[in-house]
């Protein structure tokens, strides 16, 4: 399976659930995260890298994650079809038990 099937996936799946997946891209910030995914019961924006299965971030990814991290963003790593729904499912359910 490509990168490019699990984002559209993870893209209509975040649809489904009222939220948008949008392609980030920072000019000048290599590393950054591939999309932000948006919901309304979401506090704050949720980066998402993006990987095909069995392939990971490389290091300048990590130490980007790492910066974000520690600013406060919530940064995930995906690398199939079920890790993106799962997150989804995760991120929404820890969502509503908040509010």
Do not use: W
């Not at 940064?75 to 038990?97: G, I, M, P, Q, R």
Request: hydrophobic share 40%; net charge positive; charged share 30%.
């Amino acid at each position: 399976m490509r990168e490019n099937e699990i984002e559209a996936h993870m893209r209509r799946q975040a649809e489904k659930r009222g939220g948008l997946l949008l392609k980030f891209v920072s000019p000048q910030n290599s590393g950054v995260p591939d999309r932000l995914l948006l919901h309304p019961a979401l506090t704050r924006p949720v980066l998402i890298e993006l990987k095909a299965p069995d392939k990971t971030p490389r290091p300048l990814q990590l130490a980007m994650h790492d910066i974000l991290r520690k600013k406060g963003a919530l940064v995930f790593v995906v690398d199939s079809k079920k890790s993106a729904s799962d997150l989804l499912d995760n991120l929404l359910s820890c969502a509503e038990t908040v509010k």
